[in-house]
Nanobody
Framework: QVQLVESGGGLVQAGDSLRLSCVASGRTLSSSSMGWYRQAPGKEREFVAAIDWISRTYYAVSVEGRFTASRDNARSTKYLQMNSLEAEDTAVYYC?????????????????WGQGTQVTVSS
């Protein structure tokens, strides 16, 4: 079984930056595609970013150019660097792991999920 634990969320002002971390334990995920999702109050969970097994990255249009996904397989950790944060980025952010090596934007294809970390951006 895989456990994913996110950290790094918080309350920031618009224009600030945050870096989220997601530490995996239980088994190696170095060959797995990893995703980031978020869910704002009253809204459905939405895709934010994905990074595949060779670190190719994919982003939602709303975060392209502001967010950067990365991974450190030696530390079993992946990151989401979030710059130029906007009030619309306020949400609970989740990391997820898929069994596939290749990226996907479909939440149903991710097998393991973290508990989420709150990001609040004040305008």
């Amino acid at each position: 079984q895989v456990q994913l634990v996110e950290s790094g969320g918080g309350l920031v002002q618009a224009g600030d930056s945050l870096r989220l971390s997601c530490v995996a334990s239980g088994r190696t995920l170095s060959s797995s595609s990893m995703g980031w999702y978020r869910q704002a109050p009253g809204k459905e969970r939405e895709f934010v970013a994905a990074i595949d097994w060779i670190s190719r990255t994919y982003y939602a249009v709303s975060v392209e150019g502001r967010f950067t996904a990365s991974r450190d397989n030696a530390r079993s950790t992946k990151y989401l660097q979030m710059n130029s944060l906007e009030a619309e980025d306020t949400a609970v952010y989740y990391c997820a792991a898929a069994q596939s090596r290749y990226h996907t934007t479909r939440a149903a294809e991710y097998n393991f999920w973290g508990q989420g970390t709150q990001v609040t951006v004040s305008s």
